[in-house]
T-cell receptor, first 116, second 111 residues
């Protein structure tokens, strides 16, 4: 296992189109997180899952955003009717509950979205 | 999560030690101090964490003030590959919730 995998790495779309990103966490990691990062800023939390249950959503996650994690494995993040303000790097991370004392999150390389 | 304050940027010469400061005056007794870094075009990666005592690992050392209101990440010999944004983050013990990132410190390593 080489770590958290995100696809695609880059996505260019036109305003109003729908896009979907995929995240494959480290095997057996039961927690999965989505963050968004804009230029010059630290990552901002969007949502996270424990297994297949979505436990928390940020106010940043508008109605146009939806995330799923069927069967508690990979996750998808969909943005409907994209806007130019959605242009950002979308990062996925995973962690393991049995290591709660550290709760180290392992990040993927991200998907960079550009909305034209 | 309690707030942390870091300088926006720092410079270091290659092969010299680097001390990256972080202030966290409102830290609670159960908060761990975590450091992550983000290399260009990559996601953040864990560096080190500690509670009260100084900590060492293969990547860095973490020096924690006696009152825990500040800490310092120490890179003993900076290399060009250490150029990154370094984030200091407080985490409640046992919390599996999200990380709260600030703007971090952009470290530039000069050859």
């Amino acid at each position: 296992d080489t770590g958290v995998s995100q696809n695609p790495r880059h996505k260019i779309t036109k305003r109003g189109q729908n896009v979907t990103f995929r995240c494959d966490p480290i095997s057996e990691h039961n927690r999965l997180y989505w963050y968004r990062q804009t230029l010059g800023q630290g990552p901002e939390f969007l949502t996270y899952f424990q297994n297949e249950a979505q436990l928390e959503k940020s106010r940043l996650l508008s109605d146009r955003f939806s995330a799923e994690r069927p069967k508690g494995s990979f996750s998808t993040l969909e943005i409907q009717r994209t806007e130019q303000g959605d242009s950002a790097m979308y990062l996925c991370a995973s962690s393991l509950d049995s290591d709660l004392a550290k709760n180290i999150q392992y990040f993927g390389a991200g998907t960079r979205l550009s909305v034209l | 999560d309690a707030k942390t304050t870091q300088p926006n940027s720092m410079e270091s010469n290659e092969e010299e030690p680097v001390h990256l400061p972080c202030n966290h005056s409102t830290i609670s007794g159960t908060d761990y101090i975590h450091w992550y870094r983000q290399l260009p075009s990559q996601g953040p990666e864990y560096v080190i964490h500690g509670l009260t005592s100084n900590v060492n690992n293969r990547m860095a050392s973490l020096a924690i003030a006696e009152d825990r209101k500040s800490s310092t990440l120490i890179l003993h010999r900076a290399t060009l590959r250490d150029a990154a944004v370094y984030y200091c983050i407080l985490r409640d013990w046992g919390s599996a919730r999200q990380l709260t990132f600030g703007s971090g410190t952009q470290l530039t390593v000069l050859p």
